[in-house]
């Protein structure tokens, strides 16, 4: 998978050093996603990250337990994670 938006994702993390770890393992996974188990629906996704759910056109992801929200899109068909919002949970949950 290509993520899209890198640069963004990461200028947003180090709002919350506290998660520099998980964000650099999730991005690394993602980009191994496209070299080894390729995504093709959430599924895919749930069979590393079981707690990732599709919320109308993205996909969330809990970081750091329940503490913060990353939400992406992803499009399977052109293998590419486009970078929207990270979230602490009390401001996904507003």
């Not at 998978?1 to 996974?29: F, G, N, Q, V």
């Not at 959430?42 to 990250?49: G, S």
């Not at 913060?68 to 590419?80: H, P």
Request: aromatic share 12%; net charge positive; hydrophobic share 35%.
């Amino acid at each position: 998978m290509h993520l899209i938006s890198i640069c963004k994702l990461r200028e947003d993390a180090a709002k919350y050093p506290d998660i520099k770890k998980e964000i650099e393992d999730w991005h690394i996974t993602v980009k191994k996603a496209d070299k080894k188990a390729e995504w093709q629906n959430l599924e895919d996704v749930r069979k590393i990250y079981r707690d990732a759910e599709a919320v109308s056109k993205f996909t969330v992801f809990n970081i750091k337990g329940n503490d913060y929200r990353l939400i992406v899109g992803i499009n399977y068909g052109t293998k590419k994670v486009h970078y929207k919002y990270l979230l602490t949970h009390a401001v996904f949950n507003k």
